[in-house]
């Protein structure tokens, strides 16, 4: 994940594994649930669907096989503290 969102240019990258939490879910068998939180310029003027678009894209047949479940938390380096 970390290779492909790297197209993002990301000032800040944090990926959680919460696959453990949803041992015995029926969609645990085909990819992992994760947490992320990304902070890129590339987000600047973009409302949440569209930078949800561009992780999506940049993760692209990840979201398909690996990835089960994706909990995103995407800002622009302005929206940061």
């Given at each position: 994940?970390?290779?492909?969102?790297a197209a993002l240019e990301p000032l800040r990258l944090d990926?959680?594994?919460d696959s453990a939490k949803h041992a015995g879910h029926a969609g645990a068998k085909e990819g992992g649930h994760y947490?992320?939180?990304?902070?890129?310029?590339r987000f600047a003027g973009c409302g949440i669907l569209e930078r949800h678009r561009l992780i999506?894209?940049?993760?692209g047949p990840m979201m398909r096989r690996e990835i089960h479940a994706l909990s995103i938390k995407a800002l622009a380096p302005e929206e940061t503290d």
């Open positions: 994940m970390q290779e492909k969102l990926i959680a594994d947490r992320l939180a990304i902070v890129s310029a999506y894209e940049a993760l």
